[in-house]
C-alpha cells in the first residue's frame, strides 16, 4: 500500500542506490500506490518513500505539508517546512539505463543531518549482500557514463548545514560526513557601519548612534583594521 519504504537517512549517492536496488529486489517496500484522495500520506522525520513514476503515475507524494523549496540540484529537491518545524524533505530522480523513472522522498530534520541516530542504507545489516547494478543506475551522454547522482546527494546534507547556520539556529555541531560546521559566535557581531566625527582637537569622535541601523557579522579584526584606517586618514 502506502507504508514507508526505509526509516533511516540518505547521506551519500551510494545510500540512495542501495535503497533502490533492494526495492527493486523486494528486501523493502516499494511504494506502489497513493493515498486515496482526502487522505494524507503518514510521514515522520527519517520517512523514505521509493516508487516507480510510470506504476503509480506521480513525480512527487502529497503529504499535507506545506513547504517551500529552497535549493534546486541536478537531479535533486530540497524543501523546508513552511510551518518552522526544522523538518526538511529531499526529493531525488533516477532515470535507469532500462527507462524506468524512480522517485526517492525523504524527510529529516536539522538535527538528523549531524547526529547518527538515523540508520543509512550503506551501513545496515539488512542490505549487507545489496550488490548496485551501476550499469542500470548510470546514463549515457556524449559518449560516456555518467554516474546519475554523483556529487549532489552528500551536497545537500552541506547545504542543510548552512542553511541552519544562516537561520541561526544556535547549535554548535559537526557533520557526521567529512564537513565541520560551527555557527558564528554573536558575542563577535560589530556594527558594520559607524560615523568618525571631527572635534576642534583633530581627535577621533565616537560612533553616532543614527547609524547604527544595519548591524551584520564582523570579526573583530576587520572592525581593528578598519579602526586603524580610520586613524590614519584622519593624520
Known amino acids: 500500500m502506502y507504508k514507508e519504504t526505509y526509516y533511516g537517512i540518505l547521506r551519500t549517492e551510494e545510500d540512495v542506490l542501495v535503497l533502490c536496488e533492494a526495492s527493486m529486489q523486494g528486501i523493502t517496500p516499494l511504494l506502489t500506490e497513493t493515498p486515496p484522495l ?44 513552511r510551518g518552522g518545524c ?80 544562516r537561520e541561526n539556529s544556535g547549535i554548535a555541531v559537526r557533520t557526521a560526513t567529512s564537513y565541520p560546521f560551527t555557527p558564528s559566535d554573536p558575542r563577535k557581531e560589530v556594527p558594520r557601519e559607524h560615523t568618525v566625527r571631527h572635534s576642534p582637537s583633530g581627535s577621533t569622535g565616537r560612533m553616532s548612534p543614527r547609524v547604527q541601523k544595519l548591524r551584520v557579522n564582523r570579526t573583530v579584526e576587520e572592525t581593528k ?11
Open 38 to 81: 482526502g487522505e494524507m500520506l503518514s510521514i515522520r522525520p527519517g520517512s523514505i518513500f521509493v516508487w516507480e513514476e510510470a506504476r503509480i503515475g506521480r513525480k512527487k507524494l502529497h503529504d499535507g505539508i506545506s513547504w517551500r523549496i529552497i535549493k534546486h540540484f541536478q537531479h535533486s529537491f530540497l524543501y523546508r517546512d
Open 86 to 165: 526544522g523538518l526538511l524533505k529531499q526529493l531525488y530522480t533516477l532515470n535507469t539505463s532500462n527507462g524506468q523513472r524512480i522517485h526517492v522522498q525523504c524527510y529529516f530534520r536539522d538535527s538528523d543531518v549531524y547526529t547518527m541516530q538515523l540508520q543509512q542504507p550503506t551501513t545496515d545489516p539488512l542490505f549487507r549482500d545489496i550488490r548496485v547494478q551501476m550499469e542500470i543506475y548510470t546514463k549515457r551522454k556524449t559518449g560516456s557514463h555518467h554516474p546519475i547522482q554523483a556529487g549532489h546527494i552528500e551536497d545537500v546534507c552541506r547545504k542543510s548545514l548552512c542553511l541552519a547556520q
Open 225 to 235: 583594521l578598519l579602526y586603524k584606517l580610520d586613524r590614519a586618514f584622519l593624520k
